[in-house]
Nanobody
Framework: QVQLVESGGGLVQAGGSLRLSCAAS????????MGWFRQTPGKEREFVAA????????YYANSVKGRFIISRDNAKNTGYLQMNSLKPEDTGVYYC?????????????????WGQGTQVTVSS
């Protein structure tokens, strides 16, 4: 069992930056690949970024590539999502997720554990 708690969301103007954190507790964090997803009302949860267990491989949705950076610190059992050059369309609830696997996945159903989400609002 892994418990995930996101933090760092908030209100920011377009062009600004936010850094989300995902603190993990429970089973060894290093056994789990991580992902970030986001959701807005009336829409399905969508993939944002993912990272493998070592942090050596990352993958991004086209909509955030070049603006967002996913990373992890296994010693601190924490994952991060650095979000730069934010746009109003980045607004949503951001969730971190963990899967008991080495590699990256963009698929919601392949993640085993989810955080409660943190709201990100980007004003124009």
């Amino acid at each position: 069992q892994v418990q995930l708690v996101e933090s760092g969301g908030g209100l920011v103007q377009a062009g600004g930056s936010l850094r989300l954190s995902c603190a993990a507790s429970g089973r060894a964090f290093t056994y789990y690949a991580m992902g970030w997803f986001r959701q807005t009302p009336g829409k399905e949860r969508e993939f944002v970024a993912a990272i493998d267990v070592s942090g050596g491989a990352t993958y991004y949705a086209n909509s955030v590539k070049g603006r967002f950076i996913i990373s992890r610190d296994n010693a601190k059992n924490t994952g991060y999502l650095q979000m730069n050059s934010l746009k109003p369309e980045d607004t949503g609830v951001y969730y971190c997720a963990a899967r008991r696997a080495v590699g990256i996945s963009t698929v919601v159903e392949q993640y085993d554990y989810w955080g409660q989400g943190t709201q990100v609002t980007v004003s124009s």
